[in-house]
Protein backbone atom coordinates (compact mmCIF):
# COMPACT_ATOMS: atom_id res chain seq x y z
CA UNK A 1 0.00 0.00 0.00
CA UNK A 2 1.04 3.67 -0.81
CA UNK A 3 1.38 6.07 1.92
CA UNK A 4 2.09 9.83 2.17
CA UNK A 5 3.88 12.24 4.82
CA UNK A 6 3.98 15.94 4.83
CA UNK A 7 7.06 16.80 7.37
CA UNK A 8 5.15 19.85 8.04
CA UNK A 9 1.37 20.78 8.85
CA UNK A 10 2.00 24.85 9.14
CA UNK A 11 4.98 26.53 7.40
CA UNK A 12 5.23 30.88 7.90
CA UNK A 13 7.09 32.85 5.87
CA UNK A 14 7.78 36.21 5.10
CA UNK A 15 7.15 37.42 1.34
CA UNK A 16 9.69 37.18 -0.94
CA UNK A 17 11.98 34.20 1.23
CA UNK A 18 12.34 31.33 -0.33
CA UNK A 19 10.13 27.91 0.88
CA UNK A 20 10.61 24.25 0.58
CA UNK A 21 7.08 22.04 1.72
CA UNK A 22 8.41 18.00 2.26
CA UNK A 23 6.83 15.17 1.22
CA UNK A 24 7.88 11.66 1.59
CA UNK A 25 6.42 8.69 0.64
CA UNK A 26 6.22 4.99 0.79
CA UNK A 27 5.50 2.70 -1.69
CA UNK A 28 6.81 -0.99 -2.87
CA UNK A 29 5.96 -0.13 -6.40
CA UNK A 30 6.48 2.51 -8.94
CA UNK A 31 4.17 5.62 -8.13
CA UNK A 32 3.43 8.84 -10.04
CA UNK A 33 3.70 12.17 -7.56
CA UNK A 34 1.50 15.03 -7.75
CA UNK A 35 1.22 18.46 -6.05
CA UNK A 36 -2.35 19.92 -5.15
CA UNK A 37 -2.98 23.37 -4.14
CA UNK A 38 -6.30 24.44 -2.45
CA UNK A 39 -7.01 28.36 -1.76
CA UNK A 40 -9.40 28.88 0.93
CA UNK A 41 -13.15 28.32 -0.33
CA UNK A 42 -11.93 26.80 -3.71
CA UNK A 43 -11.33 22.99 -4.63
CA UNK A 44 -8.18 21.76 -4.97
CA UNK A 45 -5.72 22.59 -8.19
CA UNK A 46 -3.10 20.54 -9.90
CA UNK A 47 0.24 22.51 -9.31
CA UNK A 48 2.38 19.97 -10.77
CA UNK A 49 3.10 16.59 -11.29
CA UNK A 50 5.81 13.77 -12.21
CA UNK A 51 4.95 10.75 -14.18
CA UNK A 52 8.40 10.16 -15.53
CA UNK A 53 11.51 11.42 -16.96
CA UNK A 54 13.35 14.26 -15.61
CA UNK A 55 12.90 14.01 -12.06
CA UNK A 56 12.99 18.14 -11.65
CA UNK A 57 9.40 19.48 -12.92
CA UNK A 58 7.85 22.95 -13.06
CA UNK A 59 4.64 24.72 -12.37
CA UNK A 60 3.45 27.85 -14.56
CA UNK A 61 3.76 30.18 -11.00
CA UNK A 62 7.74 29.31 -10.07
CA UNK A 63 6.76 26.15 -7.88
CA UNK A 64 9.34 23.07 -8.61
CA UNK A 65 9.49 19.73 -6.93
CA UNK A 66 11.87 17.45 -7.40
CA UNK A 67 11.55 13.39 -7.36
CA UNK A 68 14.37 11.85 -5.49
CA UNK A 69 13.63 8.00 -5.78
CA UNK A 70 16.55 7.18 -3.19
CA UNK A 71 15.34 9.38 -0.58
CA UNK A 72 11.38 8.47 -2.04
CA UNK A 73 10.66 12.33 -1.71
CA UNK A 74 8.93 14.92 -3.23
CA UNK A 75 9.77 18.18 -1.97
CA UNK A 76 7.95 21.30 -3.51
CA UNK A 77 10.30 24.62 -3.87
CA UNK A 78 9.75 28.26 -4.52
CA UNK A 79 12.89 30.60 -4.29
CA UNK A 80 10.56 33.81 -3.79
CA UNK A 81 6.75 33.46 -2.96
CA UNK A 82 4.08 35.71 -2.68
CA UNK A 83 1.06 36.92 -0.57
CA UNK A 84 -0.98 34.94 -2.90
CA UNK A 85 0.56 32.07 -2.11
CA UNK A 86 -1.25 31.64 0.72
CA UNK A 87 -3.11 27.97 0.81
CA UNK A 88 -3.39 24.65 1.95
CA UNK A 89 -0.37 22.45 -0.03
CA UNK A 90 -1.25 18.75 -0.55
CA UNK A 91 1.04 15.95 -1.75
CA UNK A 92 -0.30 12.82 -4.03
CA UNK A 93 0.87 9.47 -4.91
CA UNK A 94 -0.63 6.88 -7.62
CA UNK A 95 0.24 3.61 -8.25
CA UNK A 96 -1.01 3.49 -11.52
CA UNK A 97 -2.69 5.72 -14.26
CA UNK A 98 -3.58 2.77 -15.66
CA UNK A 99 -5.94 0.78 -13.10
CA UNK A 100 -8.38 2.44 -11.43
CA UNK A 101 -8.15 5.91 -12.88
CA UNK A 102 -4.96 6.97 -10.70
CA UNK A 103 -6.57 6.90 -7.45
CA UNK A 104 -4.91 9.53 -5.45
CA UNK A 105 -3.61 9.06 -1.83
CA UNK A 106 -3.05 12.63 -0.24
CA UNK A 107 -0.84 13.60 2.52
CA UNK A 108 -2.38 15.40 5.74
CA UNK A 109 -1.68 19.04 4.06
CA UNK A 110 0.84 21.56 4.72
CA UNK A 111 -0.62 25.30 5.57
CA UNK A 112 1.30 28.28 3.65
CA UNK A 113 1.02 31.22 5.37
CA UNK A 114 3.17 33.80 3.72
CA UNK A 115 2.86 37.37 5.72
CA UNK A 116 4.12 40.96 4.11
CA UNK B 1 -15.73 24.83 -20.14
CA UNK B 2 -17.27 24.75 -17.06
CA UNK B 3 -15.61 23.30 -13.52
CA UNK B 4 -17.13 20.70 -11.98
CA UNK B 5 -19.81 22.05 -9.84
CA UNK B 6 -21.29 20.60 -6.62
CA UNK B 7 -24.25 21.70 -4.37
CA UNK B 8 -25.07 22.44 -1.80
CA UNK B 9 -22.20 24.47 -0.31
CA UNK B 10 -22.79 24.42 3.03
CA UNK B 11 -25.02 21.47 5.44
CA UNK B 12 -25.69 21.47 8.61
CA UNK B 13 -27.53 18.74 10.04
CA UNK B 14 -28.58 16.78 13.44
CA UNK B 15 -27.19 13.37 13.86
CA UNK B 16 -29.36 10.53 12.93
CA UNK B 17 -30.69 13.06 9.69
CA UNK B 18 -30.04 11.88 6.07
CA UNK B 19 -28.14 14.16 4.20
CA UNK B 20 -27.56 13.88 -0.43
CA UNK B 21 -24.84 15.65 -2.30
CA UNK B 22 -25.05 16.60 -5.54
CA UNK B 23 -21.88 16.53 -7.99
CA UNK B 24 -22.32 17.76 -11.88
CA UNK B 25 -18.46 16.53 -13.59
CA UNK B 26 -17.03 18.57 -16.66
CA UNK B 27 -18.68 17.33 -19.57
CA UNK B 28 -17.39 14.39 -21.16
CA UNK B 29 -15.27 13.22 -18.32
CA UNK B 30 -15.76 9.54 -17.84
CA UNK B 31 -14.72 9.11 -14.45
CA UNK B 32 -15.88 10.87 -11.03
CA UNK B 33 -14.33 10.31 -7.78
CA UNK B 34 -15.88 11.41 -4.02
CA UNK B 35 -13.83 11.92 -1.38
CA UNK B 36 -13.97 12.91 2.18
CA UNK B 37 -11.70 15.61 3.57
CA UNK B 38 -11.75 15.78 7.49
CA UNK B 39 -10.51 18.47 9.45
CA UNK B 40 -6.83 18.87 9.40
CA UNK B 41 -6.39 15.80 7.01
CA UNK B 42 -5.93 15.15 2.92
CA UNK B 43 -8.86 13.93 0.91
CA UNK B 44 -9.65 10.04 0.96
CA UNK B 45 -11.43 8.33 -1.46
CA UNK B 46 -15.03 7.15 -0.73
CA UNK B 47 -15.87 6.11 -4.44
CA UNK B 48 -14.51 6.08 -8.14
CA UNK B 49 -17.27 5.42 -10.84
CA UNK B 50 -16.18 4.81 -14.76
CA UNK B 51 -19.34 6.03 -16.16
CA UNK B 52 -22.13 4.55 -14.58
CA UNK B 53 -20.13 1.43 -13.02
CA UNK B 54 -18.53 1.33 -9.17
CA UNK B 55 -14.36 1.30 -10.08
CA UNK B 56 -13.60 1.53 -6.71
CA UNK B 57 -15.61 1.75 -3.15
CA UNK B 58 -13.53 -0.01 -1.16
CA UNK B 59 -13.19 2.73 1.40
CA UNK B 60 -17.14 3.66 1.32
CA UNK B 61 -18.83 2.60 5.07
CA UNK B 62 -21.71 0.98 2.87
CA UNK B 63 -23.99 0.74 6.26
CA UNK B 64 -24.76 4.23 6.24
CA UNK B 65 -23.35 5.57 2.31
CA UNK B 66 -24.02 5.13 -1.06
CA UNK B 67 -23.96 6.78 -4.06
CA UNK B 68 -25.38 6.76 -7.83
CA UNK B 69 -24.33 7.55 -10.87
CA UNK B 70 -27.42 6.48 -13.23
CA UNK B 71 -26.83 8.03 -16.06
CA UNK B 72 -23.24 8.52 -16.33
CA UNK B 73 -23.44 12.21 -15.46
CA UNK B 74 -24.50 13.47 -12.43
CA UNK B 75 -23.89 11.72 -9.11
CA UNK B 76 -25.38 11.91 -5.64
CA UNK B 77 -24.02 10.96 -2.46
CA UNK B 78 -26.13 9.96 0.40
CA UNK B 79 -25.48 9.28 3.92
CA UNK B 80 -28.00 7.98 6.33
CA UNK B 81 -27.78 8.01 9.22
CA UNK B 82 -25.22 10.77 9.70
CA UNK B 83 -22.89 10.35 12.59
CA UNK B 84 -20.79 13.56 14.13
CA UNK B 85 -18.14 11.88 12.51
CA UNK B 86 -18.97 12.52 9.14
CA UNK B 87 -18.53 16.15 9.34
CA UNK B 88 -16.35 16.95 6.58
CA UNK B 89 -15.94 18.57 3.22
CA UNK B 90 -17.11 16.24 0.85
CA UNK B 91 -14.92 16.58 -2.57
CA UNK B 92 -16.00 15.57 -5.93
CA UNK B 93 -13.97 15.37 -9.04
CA UNK B 94 -14.01 13.85 -12.64
CA UNK B 95 -11.18 13.14 -15.20
CA UNK B 96 -11.67 12.17 -19.02
CA UNK B 97 -9.49 8.95 -17.65
CA UNK B 98 -11.55 5.30 -19.45
CA UNK B 99 -10.18 2.20 -18.72
CA UNK B 100 -6.51 1.01 -20.02
CA UNK B 101 -6.03 4.68 -21.23
CA UNK B 102 -2.94 6.25 -19.84
CA UNK B 103 -4.10 9.39 -20.65
CA UNK B 104 -7.09 11.80 -19.24
CA UNK B 105 -5.83 11.25 -15.73
CA UNK B 106 -5.96 14.39 -14.48
CA UNK B 107 -8.59 15.17 -12.04
CA UNK B 108 -10.20 18.32 -11.57
CA UNK B 109 -12.23 18.87 -8.16
CA UNK B 110 -15.34 21.11 -7.44
CA UNK B 111 -15.28 23.12 -4.45
CA UNK B 112 -16.73 20.69 -2.27
CA UNK B 113 -20.03 20.59 0.07
CA UNK B 114 -18.99 21.37 3.58
CA UNK B 115 -21.08 19.23 5.86
CA UNK B 116 -21.71 19.77 10.36
CA UNK B 117 -23.27 17.29 11.93
CA UNK B 118 -24.24 18.59 15.70
Known amino acids: AQSVTQLDSQVPVFEEAPVELRCNYS??????LFWYVQYPNQGLQLLLK??????LVESINGFEAEFNKSQTSFHLRKPSVHISDTAEYFC??????????????FGQGTELSVKP | EAGVAQSPRYKIIEKRQSVAFWCNPI?????LYWYQQILGQGPKLLIQ????????DSQLPKDRFSAERLKGVDSTLKIQPAKLEDSAVYLC????????????????FGPGTRLTVT
Open chain 1, 27 to 32: SSVSVY
Open chain 2, 93 to 108: ASSRWTSGSRFGYEQY
Open chain 2, 27 to 31: SGHAT
Open chain 1, 92 to 105: AVSRSIYNQGGKLI
Open chain 1, 50 to 55: YLSGST
Open chain 2, 49 to 56: FQNNGVVD
